[in-house]
């Protein structure tokens, strides 16, 4: 992953001064409307993790999408829905600022599902917020469960297959305006490295866990160091990383028996880190137990930030 920084921008001010259709843009909907996905299959890079896990993605994910004639910045944001839980509170702030700062909405609807609360409440929020709107429904390749109308302002996507996603960015083009690139065009994401290595490894956590411990776990990556080997002079990155859960009984679900399941989430997440960053990666993980974390206001904060 190329991170984002000053001496990259200053460097490519070409990039900066040259016109295109640039705008930024929130995708909403509910959890597994398929909104991660999209970002992933139209960026051809994993920049938000994914998994059958409802409301994976917690925190506003930044992607940058670079063409002939546009930037399109997306941001991919975490799931919404009415609670007065702390944690779920937070959320939902990030989720609905998002939408204040974008200049287009992009509502996602899962075909693959009957509508019901949550689809409701996005449509309240969608009322609230003064900005157009294309609505846009998802994953077509499966049988539908709704009725899909037909209109020329509605969109039909998979991400699977990848077909409407022309459609769509034609569609997002006809309302952007000409303005000087915002990001240097070979950025498609800004997310520093604790961030990107803490959702690799939370993407573990949720593949292999029961359905509602993901959520009572969070990731904190302790330290980052670059590292060159004496023996063969080859670069390796040193990662320090704790999963937390909230009981002890949830740290042995996470850990298993003999540490079967770690180690399962260590080696996965230690091969695609090798992947994204191109060389080997050194990765100390342990579980941790930090009681009633999601209650914690400020670590909330510091983990949606």
């Not at 509502?107 to 689809?119: A, L, N, Q, T």
């Not at 459609?167 to 990001?183: E, H, M, Q, R, V």
């Not at 490894?201 to 080997?229: A, G, M, N, Q």
Request: charged content about 30%.
């Amino acid at each position: 992953m190329k991170e984002l920084n000053l001496q990259d921008i200053l460097s490519k001010t070409q990039d900066l001064s040259k016109e295109k259709k640039v705008w930024y843009i929130s995708i909403i909907g509910r959890p597994n409307a398929g909104k991660s996905t999209f970002i992933n299959a139209l960026l051809w890079e994993k920049v938000s993790i994914t998994s059958n896990v409802p409301q994976t993605t917690r925190k506003r994910v930044l992607a940058i999408h670079n063409d002939i004639d546009s930037q399109i910045i997306f941001f991919d944001t975490p799931w919404v829905h009415k609670s007065n839980k702390t944690f779920n509170e937070e959320i939902n702030k990030v989720a609905i600022e998002s939408l204040n700062e974008s200049d287009l909405i992009l509502y996602f609807i899962d075909s693959s599902r009957e509508g019901g609360e949550e689809e409701n409440y996005i449509k309240e929020l969608i009322s609230q917020v003064d900005r157009p709107v294309i609505k846009i429904y998802t994953k077509t390749d499966l049988t539908p469960k709704i009725n899909i109308p037909e209109n020329k302002e509605i969109i039909k996507i998979s991400s699977t297959t990848k077909v409407g996603f022309k459609d769509l960015l034609s569609a997002i083009k006809d309302k952007l305006p000409l303005w000087p690139c915002l990001f240097p065009t070979d950025i498609y994401t800004k997310q520093d490295m604790f961030f990107r290595i803490s959702e690799i490894i939370r993407e573990k956590v949720f593949l292999h866990t029961k359905e509602e411990l993901p959520h009572s776990t969070y990731v904190w990556v302790e330290e980052i160091e670059d590292l060159t080997l004496e023996k063969d002079g080859k670069d390796l990155l040193k990662i320090v990383a704790y999963v937390y859960t909230e009981t002890e009984s949830q740290k042995y679900i996470v850990v298993w028996k003999n540490g079967s399941l770690i180690t399962i989430i260590w080696k996965e997440a230690r091969v695609e880190l090798e992947h994204i960053f191109d060389k080997k990666v050194f990765l100390a993980l342990r579980v941790k137990v930090k009681k009633n974390w999601r209650k914690d206001e400020r670590l909330v904060k510091d983990l949606l930030k």
